[in-house]
């Protein structure tokens, strides 16, 4: 096809010089060809910048660099030591840890379907792009993360060293006269990031017509969770269950953040000063306590919860929510002001509590778990 089609163009021109002067002409340069993005059933396109197109060699350079230990200053760490794929690209502690030790202040949140979040992040409504996210790790002082801050040079020199790693920049970004450089890095990142989508748990396959797919249990959880009695799928919807996504075609994206009553300090909805929420960066006293609601896709996997891992389980978090927020458990006479109207409280038996657990467990996608195209190439080559 590419070469009747440069045939034509030349038939052409040779016929539009005979009528004048013709300067130096080239045929124009092929388009790329589009990425084919493998999307489960129902799930819509994701959004990706116009000066980031998705192409394949991209993705899989992103994913090498994703587990690449030289991405860290001490070469300890990778963007995998903090997100696990068998976790659901989360890493089981409270805590994020850095390359240095040093414990960070909230949770590591979870990369399941990042291509369709609207912001980054638990409490940054200004982070809206993946590109700029992936500078946070490594260039971040507060808190240190994989430690690069002020040494961009040291790190690129490090990457161009590896005359494999160079080749694999060239050939994802063939337009830049030096390939390997932190706008690069960070579009690779992003570009494989992009493609974590999960959409294949039972919760999916019932959906699509696999009536066995979901135990009773399962059923009648669901039947709950959708219910106006629980309201979680007020924070928790479609087929993403998070209140604030973006796709090709979609409406215009929302940012969103929500005060679940977490705590209430002083009885006017304090939370603590280490970690208010995006009160921090808007100033706003109404967004004290305000932080990002995370995806439940794999929700089961992605223990401990809430943005500072304080819930250590998914029964528990239940428990927070059946009393109207945390807070409100520990002190009933005061209810934080700032609470958003979806967390009012509900009653629920043991046995519903039980057949809630057991639909959340059934959003866990196990082929995603073990996908070898988001796996370490070193071990899944």
Not at 183 to 203: C, D, K, Q
């Amino acid at each position: 096809m590419r070469t009747s089609m440069t045939k034509r163009w030349v038939f052409l021109s040779a016929l539009a010089c005979l009528g004048g002067g013709c300067g130096d002409r080239s045929p124009p340069a092929p388009e790329p060809e589009k990425y084919q993005w493998l999307l489960p059933e129902g799930f819509p396109t994701p959004v990706v910048p116009a000066d980031n197109p998705m192409t394949e060699a991209k993705v899989q350079l992103g994913r090498r660099l994703f587990y690449d230990k030289r991405l860290s200053l001490n070469g300890t760490q990778s963007c995998a030591s903090c997100h696990e794929q068998a976790r659901a690209f989360t890493d089981g502690r409270q805590h994020g840890l850095g390359s240095t030790g040093e414990l960070h202040r909230r949770n590591a949140m979870g990369l399941t379907n990042i291509a369709y979040a609207t912001s980054f992040t638990w409490a940054n409504p200004s982070l809206t792009s993946l590109e700029v996210q992936a500078l946070s790790p490594l260039l971040g002082k507060e808190p240190v993360e994989l430690g690069f801050g002020d040494r961009e040079e040291e790190l690129l020199a490090r990457l161009r060293a590896d005359p494999d790693l160079s080749a694999r920049f060239a050939e994802a970004f063939p337009e830049e006269a030096e390939p390997v450089s932190m706008v690069s890095l960070t579009r690779a990142l992003a570009s494989f990031e992009r493609t974590l989508i999960s959409g294949n748990s039972p919760y999916d396959q019932y959906l699509a017509g696999n009536t066995k797919a979901l135990s009773p249990a399962a059923r009648r959880g669901m039947e709950l969770f959708f219910s106006e009695r629980l309201e979680c799928n007020h924070c928790h919807l479609g087929f993403n269950f998070q209140d604030a996504v973006t796709y090709e075609g979609g409406p215009e994206p929302l940012i969103l953040f929500h005060n679940t009553g977490l705590y209430n300090e002083d009885g006017m909805g304090a939370y603590p000063a280490m970690d208010p929420g995006i009160i921090e960066l808007t100033g706003r006293p109404e967004d004290m306590g305000s932080f990002r609601a995370s995806s439940l896709r794999n929700v089961a996997l992605t223990a401990p919860y809430m943005h500072d891992g304080s819930i250590a389980t998914l029964s528990e978090v239940l428990d927070h929510y059946a009393a109207g927020g945390r807070a409100h458990a520990l002190d009933s006479s005061s209810v934080s002001p700032l609470r958003s109207g979806f967390v009012r409280g509900f009653t629920l038996t043991p046995e519903e509590k039980a057949d809630v657990l057991a639909f959340l467990d059934s959003l866990t996608d196990t082929g995603f778990l073990k996908d070898p195209r988001f796996a370490d190439p070193a071990l899944h080559p």
